[in-house]
């Protein structure tokens, strides 16, 4: 299995590096740059959800779901 894989991808390497450089280097930002932007997300996803979960926000009351009255600005009208 590892040895069909590795002449495959011999062959790959082989037919990329016979192409001239205008077609190796629309084919590499063809798959690369979407496999990077996507490891990128990946990356970010992780580190979010690993800061969330070791750091969480704590929750704070809202001005309005307290029991003291409602504070009214001077200068505008209600």
């Not at 991808?9 to 798959?31: H, I, K, R, S, T």
Request: aromatic share 10%; with cysteine.
């Amino acid at each position: 299995m590892v040895d069909a894989f590795e002449q495959w991808w011999d062959g790959v390497e082989l037919w990329l590096a016979q192409l001239a450089f205008p077609f190796q280097f629309a084919l590499l930002m063809c798959v690369l740059l979407p496999s990077c932007l996507g490891l990128a997300r990946l990356i970010d996803r992780v580190v979010d959800n690993a800061s969330t979960r070791f750091n969480p926000v704590p929750k704070v009351d809202r001005p309005g779901d307290a029991d003291e009255p409602r504070k009214v600005d001077a200068g505008k009208p209600s």
